[in-house]
């Protein structure tokens, strides 16, 4: 068994919605079916008793060795406590080759398992040993390193529920919640409306301070230290036990509390110093440690906090009793978990000393042995929820304090006797402002009622009603797609808003192309997402990016399919027949929002009967409104878009929504290209699924023309010297007949056409191509791709002759190397009257060259030159 190929779907894929490890699995003969591995599986259940049952797939029902592997790779994530479910295992067209698709919340905890799994059943085929055990280990390791931790996973769970969609923007706790201008950021539990200055002034323990003061907050008498003798000296004005700590410390970091000599405040010193810039000393505040925590302008939790600490048994020494503690599976070495473990450090072990115990005392029974002076949780203490005792002036001067320091999400420490007097009626105090406080004491309290802080979180950047997504169309299908999301884009544009737009061309932002190459992939998707200028996102969606990782958004409003067809990458990834590439392309359907639209072609058999998995309504569009899945989707008041008296009807509920006459849609040519017919009408279903303004929808009709600007390589036309010249970027059988019916429709007196192939298309279908164009065209200049996408040398150009031979009408064939000398030879050849089809490859390059010739010499200077006869050699872009 061999694992030939691994990719992570983070998005909605082909398989399901959810995010997973997808694998090739190659076997042997014997390994395709179990039943051949006499006492594999009761070896591979006995390294791993709860791999849970496994199900068969394929006609013969068989078990292979690649669903152990997949059942493996589930069972061991969910051994390791990872909330995953779905796994799919399916047998390729080719011998005894599976892919596997396993469920994972975290990807790289996905791809271990996946190691593992492999792992385990090489270990189960040779009767050899699996530690199962360090397994589970690596894997809950990993997960606890890489997942979110309480405060930020609280955050994004409650996004989840209210369908914000999020995003990950780095290892850390870094997160985008929302799309494009709607989005809003947090790190850990600091929002991006959180200045640095709010930021710096929370950790300057001084300055906030003097402005909490300043806002009738109640805080501790004290001042900024020099050295150990300057702390003395403040210590002596304070008149009382004082507390010792750094200046712009944090998590509870080198405090010391209760002071009360001078040995202990020269140690307690020494400790702040070594956690911060400087040290304060401030008045010991006698009472309970609480936590306030504050969002926006409300109170919204409160905890008790108590030091960590040890009950004697009279049996076990301190060292002993830490470790039961510590082995309460609530507590973790980091913040990941709800409770920190307890450390016995210096700090432990002086505050021991100070009670006269060390590690190996044995407290009595009964006896509370404090571990540490300070109660916060990273450093092992416990919290009791007292969120309903908080009185309301107490709660009050908690918001004042967020409020004065513009802190948006606060932990307000407080030290005083109880929550439910105010400060001033037990002389307690404020004593810190803390931005980006943890929040697992309130999400999960040792003690009392768990609070919705990440709910209060989520509830404070997005009001009711609000859910940060952005209108956002997927494009997908074989032919139409690039003109389809650049013409939807403009009429977003036309009703001011700001697109963001992928395609094959590059990345667009409010018209400006910010990206260049293929981008119609999820990288390019999510990067338009992650823009905050773009208020609405049209996305081309091709099959690469969807087989290679899923698509880069949980749902969409609107899906466009323009249609299905047979040319579109067959053979490649194991999409081998028009049906395995429809289920693919029919994702975005299958994802569109349940209020949502998908918009799909009713002339295409496969395209209609996507709707059957759409989850919100349909639109259909065809150019024949009696066509049957036309009139029952009609019959029954639902919209549809179609051609009748030369104009665009859009019809609901019986009724017409919407008349435009082609004569005012430019992409079309007052009605005489029928692709690009079909692309406006699917647009303009779109556009009315956005519930976009109508004027502003034939405004933008009108103004959009199939040029090198709007829509570069899409059937744009030019006049060169009488002639008709046209650059199109067609590259599979249904494009090209379709541009061949649109040829045909203009009048000519002579059809000449330049043209390549694509190398990673199947023989037959370039053959088929230029077949096709033999058939419409009188002469043809055959020319070499830039790049040959894993075609030796020729290939193409023998597999574009050989489908030439079998045209009926093509009398001049030409072969030329290089795309720019092959348009220069069809520029010098064409006469008034002709028509000469380039279809390009370098698209960019091949239009800028073209636009040059246009500008540049004579046609009579053009064609000498061409032919050699003034013997400069001819102009040919590199």
């Known amino acids: 068994m061999e694992i030939s190929r691994i990719r992570a779907l983070r998005g909605p894929n082909l398989w399901s919605r959810r995010t997973a490890i997808e694998a090739v699995i190659r076997c042997d003969g014997a390994e395709c079916a179990l039943s051949a591995l006499p006492d594999f599986e009761d070896r591979l259940r006995a390294r791993f008793p709860n791999i849970g049952p496994m199900r068969p797939t394929g006609h013969r029902g068989e078990l292979s060795l690649a669903h152990a592997l997949a059942y493996a790779a589930l069972g061991l994530q969910v051994q390791a406590g990872c909330p995953v479910t779905f796994v799919r295992v399916t047998q390729t067209v080719e011998r005894c080759v599976f892919q596997i698709a396993v469920e994972y919340s975290e990807e790289e905890v996905g791809r271990l398992a996946v190691e593992l799994a492999e792992r385990l059943c090489h270990a189960a085929l040779a009767d050899a040993p699996?530690?199962?055990?360090?397994?589970?280990?690596?894997?809950?390791?990993?997960?606890?390193?890489?997942?979110?931790?309480?405060?930020?996973?609280?955050?994004?769970?409650?996004?989840?529920?209210?369908?914000i969609p999020f995003r990950r923007l780095t290892q850390g706790s870094l997160v985008q919640f929302g799309w494009g201008s709607k989005q809003r950021r947090i790190q850990a539990a600091e929002v991006d409306r959180t200045g640095a200055i709010a930021e710096a002034i929370a950790q300057d323990k001084q300055l906030t301070k003097r402005l909490l003061e300043a806002a009738g907050v109640p805080v501790p008498q004290g001042r900024p230290v020099t050295d150990a003798e300057d702390a003395w000296a403040a210590m002596q004005e304070i008149g009382a036990a004082v507390v010792v700590k750094p200046l712009d410390g944090n998590q509870g970091k080198g405090v010391t509390v209760n002071v009360t000599a001078r040995t202990q405040l020269d140690a307690a010193f020494a400790v702040a110093a070594k956690y911060g810039s400087a040290v304060i000393?401030?008045?010991?505040?006698p009472g309970h440690d609480f936590r306030l925590l504050v969002v926006g302008d409300r109170l919204v939790a409160a905890a008790r906090r108590?030091?960590?600490?040890?009950?004697g048994d009279g049996a076990r020494n301190v060292r002993q009793l830490v470790d039961a503690v510590n082995s309460d599976p609530r507590r973790g070495a980091g913040h990941a978990t709800s409770l920190t473990r307890?450390?016995?450090?210096?700090?432990?072990?002086?505050?021991?000393?100070?009670?006269?115990?060390?590690?190996?005392?044995?407290?009595?029974?009964?006896?509370?042995?404090?571990?540490?002076?300070?109660?916060?949780l990273s450093?092992?203490?416990?919290?009791?929820?007292?969120?309903?005792d908080v009185h309301p002036e107490l709660a009050a001067h908690a918001v004042a304090a967020a409020r004065m320091i513009g802190i948006d999400i606060a932990g307000i420490d407080i030290v005083c006797e109880t929550m439910q007097k105010p400060l001033e009626d037990q002389a307690g105090a404020v004593v810190e402002v803390n931005a980006a406080p943890g929040l697992r004491m309130h999400l999960a309290p040792s003690f009392g009622k768990s609070?919705?802080?990440?709910?209060?979180?989520?509830?404070?950047?997005?009001?009711?009603?609000?859910?940060?997504?952005?209108?956002?169309v997927a494009v997908t299908g074989t032919n139409g797609k690039t003109t389809t999301v650049r013409l939807i884009a403009h009429l977003l544009e036309s009703s001011g808003l700001r697109a963001g737009m992928t395609c094959t061309d590059g990345v667009y932002v409010g018209g400006r192309r910010i990206d260049t190459g293929d981008c119609s992939g999820p990288k390019s998707a999510r990067n338009v997402l992650m823009h905050p200028d773009v208020d609405a996102a049209v996305f081309e969606t091709a099959r690469g990016g969807l087989l290679r990782e899923g698509l880069a958004f949980d749902r969409c409003q609107v899906a466009v399919v323009t249609n299905i067809g047979e040319g579109d990458h067959l053979g490649l990834n194991y999409i081998t027949t028009v049906d395995d590439l429809a289920v693919l392309k029919r994702v975005i359907v299958s994802n569109v929002a349940p209020d949502g639209m998908a918009v799909l072609n009713a002339a295409d058999p496969i395209v209609a009967k996507m709707a059957e998995n759409c989850p919100g309504a349909v639109t259909y569009f065809a150019v024949d409104r009696h066509h049957p899945v036309m009139a029952t989707h009609n019959a029954q008041g639902k919209r549809v878009v179609y051609i009748e008296g030369q104009s665009i009807v859009c019809v609901e509920g019986g009724k017409i929504a919407q008349r435009i006459p082609l004569g005012n849609v430019a992409l079309t040519r007052k009605g005489t290209i029928p692709f690009q017919v079909d692309n406006a009408m699917a647009s303009v279903a779109a556009a009315w699924a956005l519930n976009l303004d109508w004027a502003a929808i034939r405004a933008g009709l009108q103004s959009f023309a199939s040029d090198t600007e709007t829509a570069p390589g899409r059937f744009n036309v030019f006049s060169y010297r009488g002639a008709t010249l046209i650059a199109d970027y067609g590259h599979n059988p249904d494009a090209i007949l379709a541009l061949t019916r649109a040829v045909e429709a203009m009048p000519a007196r002579r059809r000449m056409i330049v043209i390549s192939g694509a190398g990673d298309r199947r023989d037959e279908d370039i053959r088929r191509q230029s077949e096709i164009f033999g058939d419409a065209f009188d002469e043809v200049i055959l020319y070499q791709d830039q790049c040959q996408r894993g075609r030796a040398d020729g290939e193409v150009l023998t597999l574009l002759r050989d489908g030439l031979a079998r045209a009926k009408r093509a009398t001049a064939i030409e072969e030329i190397r290089g795309e720019f000398l092959a348009i220069d030879t069809a520029l010098a050849r064409v006469r008034p009257g002709d028509l000469c089809l380039i279809l390009i490859d370098q698209v960019d390059e091949a239009l800028a060259h073209i636009a040059r010739r246009l500008a540049e010499v004579p046609l009579d200077r053009l064609t000498r030159i061409t032919q050699g006869e003034t013997g400069e050699a001819p102009k040919v872009a590199a």
């Open 281 to 285: 000393v401030e008045r010991f505040v």
């Open 130 to 163: 699996f530690d199962l055990a360090d397994a589970l280990a690596q894997l809950r390791a990993l997960d606890e390193d890489v997942r979110f931790g309480p405060s930020t996973g609280a955050i994004a769970h409650a996004a989840a529920a209210r369908g």
């Open 342 to 376: 307890i450390r016995l450090d210096d700090v432990s072990l002086a505050c021991l000393a100070a009670q006269g115990f060390t590690a190996e005392s044995v407290p009595p029974r009964g006896m509370r042995v404090v571990l540490r002076n300070n109660a916060n």
């Open 379 to 388: 450093t092992g203490g416990a919290a009791t929820d007292v969120t309903d």
């Open 451 to 472: 609070r919705a802080v990440g709910e209060a979180v989520i509830a404070d950047m997005f009001p009711a009603g609000e859910n940060g997504r952005i209108p956002l």
């Open 306 to 311: 108590d030091p960590p600490h040890v009950i």
